[in-house]
């Protein structure tokens, strides 16, 4: 079965605490992607890549870090920086980066107390 | 500026129609697209449409824009329970790569 993976679907740390996000996909996409959720609220950008090796800032990028060494994984970090970090967190692949649809794994949500 | 807007909660019968309404502000938006979202879930994509078209059907879905009001709907034919979920639309520029998501409505469908 081919999909996204996010893992694990909740998670719960400290304040202060860094924490990683996993992503996964075997979808063999090349762009993958970072969303965050609050309620009441569309989807907002946080990071994205478009080739291994490679990723830009989006919108909400401060407070969180991302790497890409692998084209199936693009794991999100947050960071203690980040003022807010209770969310629900969206990947999101696409097959190149000339391709619009974006195909959605099922989420982590984050709870720091 | 770019901004997507949708109204935040729609309630309707079962077997009635539902319209869920979006607006839009970037006129040189590509690809206009319909997620649904179920609760605790991530987002499914339903259907898109290319900024050059007027309309879009596929089943029980009905896509239309207004180009000239920047203006988007979506429609579901006889409504279902399991259609209860949270609808976004989001646009596309092209060359961007970057989707602008809606708010999101939050349909309910009362039996």
């Known amino acids: ?113 | 500026g770019e901004d997507v807007e949708q109204s935040l909660f729609l309630s309707v019968r079962e077997g009635d129609s539902s319209v869920i309404n979006c607006t839009y502000t970037d006129s040189s938006s590509t690809y206009l697209y319909w997620y649904k979202q179920e609760p605790g879930a991530g987002l499914q994509l339903l259907t898109y449409i290319f900024s050059n078209m007027d309309m879009k059907q596929d089943q029980r879905l009905t896509v239309l824009l207004n180009k000239k009001d920047k203006h988007l709907s979506l429609r579901i034919a006889d409504t279902q329970t399991g259609d209860s979920a949270i609808y976004f639309c989001a646009e596309v520029t092209s060359g961007t790569y970057k989707y602008i998501f809606g708010t999101g409505t939050r349909l309910k469908v009362l039996a």
């Not at chain 1, 075997?26 to 569309?42: I, K």
């Open chain 1, 1 to 113: 079965d081919g999909g996204i993976t996010q893992s694990p679907k909740y998670l719960f740390r400290k304040e202060g605490q860094n924490v990683t996000l996993s992503c996964e996909q075997n979808l063999n996409h090349d762009a993958m992607y970072w969303y965050r959720q609050d309620p009441g609220q569309g989807l907002r950008l946080i990071y994205y890549s478009q080739i291994v090796n490679d990723f830009q800032k989006g919108d909400i990028a401060e407070g969180y870090s991302v790497s890409r060494e692998k084209k199936e994984s693009f794991p999100l970090t947050v960071t203690s920086a980040q003022k807010n970090p209770t969310a629900f967190y969206l990947c999101a692949s696409s097959r190149t980066r000339d391709s619009y649809e974006q195909y959605f794994g099922p989420g982590t949500r984050l709870t720091v107390t």
